[in-house]
């Protein structure tokens, strides 16, 4: 059972309405690293956990401060988007694509940062939709709820660094105080968030629940362990070999780091069984050209065709 509180956890209004950035904003609501993401992966893990009861608490509680966190930037983007109509943005495009072409800077560059998301006036009536800055839909397919803990903190660490590196750069983009203010405090969360993943990783491996690699419960004598913590060099030069995967005890303890300058193939070029004719693909080469010949025969095919 959800309840809502009407009073939202932190948000200072911006000081003017900014269309084009109520349309940058749209990224961390419905981008691919963006709240409703982080929101629905925290939920659907903790709803799906059959670990410890702290986990799944953890994660419906963080899962649930990322709903507020989504009604944060969609106030933001209503304050942004008011008094500001489409005809205002059309105006201030035009006068200031006559400026660029007098001032010599490219008018398509200006254009594009004068541009309104047609959306908010359209289909939202000034108002945040579920969508990234291009007007890209939120994908159910950008969550990760894999049912392995370990795996999906790493996943959750990941969204909330890439998270807060698009929060800190609509930051710069900006020059408003309320919109600096409430950013700010978001940033934050997403540094305790980082933290926090961090923090949980640290928790499963120390108890035992799980290790590197994930799956730990996978035993290791069924992987060819000879190639298990081999580096191997595929580009021209060896500064490669400069790192700490290249050498040395491996990071899960388990093995030691090799650094193989020259890899080669271990299996022969690849000779694909002979399709179903009534898939009508193309049809292979005859067996005399697998031997090295090019020559063929009606006999050749219906062979291959019987």
Not at 123 to 150: H, K
Not at 182 to 208: P, Y
Not at 214 to 242: I, M
Request: proline letters at 7%.
């Amino acid at each position: 059972m959800f309840y809502h509180t009407k009073k939202l956890q932190y948000f200072k209004p911006p000081e003017k309405p900014d269309a084009v950035y109520a349309m940058k904003i749209q990224e961390l609501i419905g981008g691919t690293f963006g709240e409703m993401t982080v929101m629905m992966q925290y939920l659907f893990q903790g709803w799906n956990c059959r670990g410890p009861a702290k986990y799944r608490d953890m994660l419906l509680d963080v899962g649930t401060e990322e709903i507020g966190h989504i009604e944060m930037l969609a106030t933001m983007i209503a304050h942004l988007l008011d008094k500001a109509p489409v005809k205002v943005q059309e105006e201030g495009a035009t006068d200031a694509v006559v400026g660029a072409v007098m001032g010599g800077t490219n008018p398509r560059d200006v254009i594009m940062n004068a541009a309104m998301n047609p959306q908010h006036a359209i289909v939202s009536g000034l108002g945040a939709t579920p969508s990234d800055s291009v007007g890209y839909p939120w994908n159910g397919r950008f969550i990760v709820s894999s049912g392995n803990l370990l795996a999906d903190f790493r996943s959750n660490l990941h969204a909330e660094s890439q998270g807060r590196l698009q929060a800190v750069r609509l930051y710069e983009m900006s020059n408003d105080p309320g919109v600096r203010d409430t950013l700010s405090f978001m940033i934050a969360r997403d540094t305790m968030h980082q933290n926090l993943w961090l923090a949980a990783i640290e928790d499963l491996e120390s108890a035992g629940i799980d290790s590197t690699p994930v799956p730990a419960s996978f035993p290791l004598d069924l992987e060819k362990r000879e190639f298990a913590y081999q580096f191997w060099n595929h580009s021209e030069g060896t500064e490669s070999s400069e790192g700490r995967w290249a050498k040395g005890q491996s990071i899960d303890g388990k093995g030691e780091f090799q650094y193989v300058a020259n890899p080669q193939p271990l299996s022969p070029e690849p000779q694909l069984p002979v399709s179903d004719p009534k898939l009508h693909g193309t049809p292979g080469p005859l067996p005399t050209q697998v031997n090295g010949s090019h020559g063929g025969s009606v006999v050749d095919k219906t062979v291959i065709r019987s």
